[in-house]
């Protein structure tokens, strides 16, 4: 009796039939609505690029305060740059990808105007450390120093 039960499907580590069906159809479907989402994100986010480019810009040199436009802009850009990294997180499941959102979403943060001297620091040492972590400790990325 304890050798029959020894050699299940589950002991053995083949799959279950359950989970090659989960596997085949479920995980297809799963990436394909993954696949829809990050090329409407890609969509939106070329949209907005090209609106930020044909409306905001004009805006610099009709303004009296320059500066605040150009601080609408940057931040504008780096709501798209967020949305271009998400959907190619979403399509390719990379770990450099994540960091790279988490990248961009900090440094947002980091020019929004009501920020304080203590948060500007705290997000320039993530910054600093995600940089870090995203060259050196990610594998697949060349650890090269130049002398």
Known sequence: MKEVRDKTETRTGRQTALERFVDQYLGNAIHLFLSVLALLILSAAAIAAYEIVLHEFPKLWRQPNEYDVLHQIIQSILLVAIAAELSLLLLFHRTSAAIEV???????????????????????????????VRFYYIAGRPNKVDA
């Open 102 to 132: 988490v990248i961009f979403v900090v440094a947002r943060k980091m020019v929004t105007p009501g920020i304080t001297g203590l948060e500007l620091l705290l997000g320039a040492a993530a910054l600093a450390g995600l940089i870090i």
